[in-house]
């Protein structure tokens, strides 16, 4: 049974225009939300998080949108920008300790 | 500012040998983390240590797999009689446990196969 779910394996995207990544959960128990991003042969890196009691949270590029109601969270960046090609993951996280992650989205910006 | 280490970066060994994985995590890090990958999967956690508390198992996927952490920082995943499922990109992070959200910073993984 997968609690974070990300349910487009790829997705690409022309340089410049705006890259919307989504992931659903079913976990109410997250207090927290993480994306990473993965380029081939790399650990994860740590992008932006999103407590569970905001709706979003922007950092330059990037922003994370959560709907609580619908159990759903968007990472948006724009503008998108060909060294942005790579695996994105969310993951929850909680009281638990450990994060759960989705299987990830490979993202191509193409130029 | 060192991130987290992990050595080897690559292991290549014989079903049923025993492989030992080492993590090195950031320096005041308190909570270890072993997650692993197998192709084209997300991330699936394994064990994590916080402090001096008694690890969480629970992702263990069978008693050939432990781990240690010494002395409170580097930590080294054991995996005995190997098998060829377990081959998978075994990733190590830390955090600081300093609050939510506690953010993991993960080190660039061994990659393991077992022929």
């Known amino acids: 049974d997968q609690q974070v779910k990300q349910n487009s394996p790829s997705l690409s995207v022309q340089e410049g225009r705006i890259s919307i990544l989504n992931c659903d959960y079913t976990?109410?128990?997250?207090?927290?939300f993480l994306w990473y991003k993965k380029y081939p042969a790399e650990g994860p890196t740590f992008l932006i998080s999103?407590?569970?009691?905001?709706d979003k949270n922007e950092d330059g590029r990037l922003t994370v949108f959560l709907n609580k109601s619908a159990k759903h969270l968007s990472l948006h960046i724009v503008p998108s920008q060909p060294g942005d090609s790579a695996v994105y993951f969310c993951a929850g996280g909680g009281s638990q300790g450990n994060l759960i992650f989705g299987k990830g989205t490979k993202l191509s910006v193409k130029p | 500012g060192a991130g987290v280490s992990q050595s080897p970066s690559n292991k290549v060994t014989e079903k049923g040998k025993d492989v030992e994985l080492r993590c090195d995590p950031i320096?005041?890090?308190?909570?270890l983390y072993w997650y692993r990958q197998s192709l084209g999967q997300g991330l699936e956690f394994l064990i994590y240590f916080q402090g001096n508390s008694a690890p969480d198992k629970s992702g263990l996927p069978s008693d050939r797999f432990s781990a240690e952490r010494t002395g409170g920082s580097v930590s080294t995943l054991t995996i005995q009689r190997t098998q060829q499922e377990d081959s998978a990109v075994y990733l190590c992070?830390?955090?600081?446990?300093?609050?939510?959200?506690?953010?993991?910073?993960f080190g660039p993984g061994t990659r393991l196969t077992v022929l």
């Open positions: 992070a830390s955090s600081a446990w300093a609050g939510s959200p506690d953010t993991q910073y």
């Open positions: 999103i407590s569970s009691i905001k």
């Open positions: 976990n109410s128990m997250f207090d927290y």
């Open positions: 320096s005041g890090h308190t909570a």
